[in-house]
C-alpha cells in the first residue's frame, strides 16, 4: 500500500534495527482517513473469503478492525487484556506475549461473541513475533469458528510471525512489508499475492 509506505517513510521513528515507532499517524495519534483507507484495503484483499466477524487485540489494531469491519458491513471484536468482572467465566481465552512492553497477558473474549462457524478476519497493526496472532487464532480454534486470514498493517518480515501463521496454513496479508530498517532508513518489499484459499477449511487453519 504506497501510501502507507510513504507515510512510514516521512513520520515513522525508526529506534532500532527490530523497533519502529508510528505513533503519530498509526496507533497513538491515528490519521482517520489512513485507518479508512487501511480498512478498504483489507475488504478488498479478503473480500473473497464471505467474512462475517473481524477480530483484533486490543489496543492498537482497534482502529484498524474497526475499519474493516465497516468496509465488511460485518461487526468486529477485540481480545481484551485484562478479564473485567463484567464478562463473567464463559470466555475464550489465550496467553500472548508483547514484543513491544515485554509482558504477557491472558487475553479473553467472551463467547457470545465469537460463534462456532463463523468466518473471521484476524486484523492487527503489526506482524513482528506473531505471538499476538497465534493467541487469537488459538482463540478463533476455541470457538469452533473458521480463520480465513490475517490482515496486518506493517509487517517485519525479518522476525518470525509469518512463518509461525503459514506452519498453520493461515493465509497472511500485509499492506507494508518492511525487510530491513536502520535509524533514517526503511526498506519494503512488494507484498505476495494471496494463495492460501480457506472456502473449504473447517477448523481454524491449525
Do not use: W
Not at 512510514?8 to 499517524?25: C, H, M, P, T, Y
Not at 468486529?76 to 485484562?82: D, I, L, P, T
Not at 469458528?145 to 493465509?171: D, S
Not at 507494508?176 to 512488494?190: D, K
Amino acid at each position: 500500500m504506497k501510501v502507507l509506505e510513504q507515510r512510514i517513510q516521512a513520520e515513522g521513528n525508526i529506534l532500532s534495527d527490530r523497533v519502529l515507532k508510528v505513533d503519530s499517524f498509526l496507533n497513538h495519534q491515528v490519521d482517520t482517513q489512513l485507518a479508512v483507507a487501511i480498512g478498504q484495503e483489507f475488504a478488498r484483499l479478503f473480500a473473497h473469503e464471505q467474512i462475517t466477524k473481524v477480530l483484533t487485540i486490543e489496543a492498537s489494531g482497534i482502529q484498524f478492525a474497526m475499519a474493516a469491519g465497516i468496509a465488511l458491513n460485518v461487526p468486529f471484536v477485540y481480545a481484551k487484556k485484562k478479564k473485567a468482572i463484567t464478562q463473567g467465566d464463559q470466555v475464550y481465552s489465550a496467553s500472548v506475549h508483547s514484543f513491544t512492553r515485554g509482558e504477557t497477558y491472558q487475553v479473553t473474549i467472551v463467547q457470545d461473541y465469537l460463534q462456532p462457524g463463523e468466518r473471521v478476519l484476524i486484523v492487527d497493526d503489526f506482524l513482528a513475533t506473531g505471538a499476538a496472532l497465534v493467541g487469537l487464532a488459538d482463540i478463533v480454534e476455541q470457538a469452533g469458528a473458521i480463520l480465513v486470514g490475517v490482515g496486518c498493517v506493517i509487517e517485519k518480515t525479518f522476525q518470525e510471525g509469518r512463518g509461525l501463521l503459514e506452519e498453520r496454513g493461515i493465509a497472511v496479508q500485509s499492506l507494508a512489508r518492511i525487510s530491513a530498517m536502520s535509524p533514517g532508513h526503511v526498506e519494503f518489499i512488494p507484498e505476495q499475492p494471496l494463495i492460501v484459499s480457506s472456502l473449504n477449511r473447517t477448523g481454524a487453519g491449525v
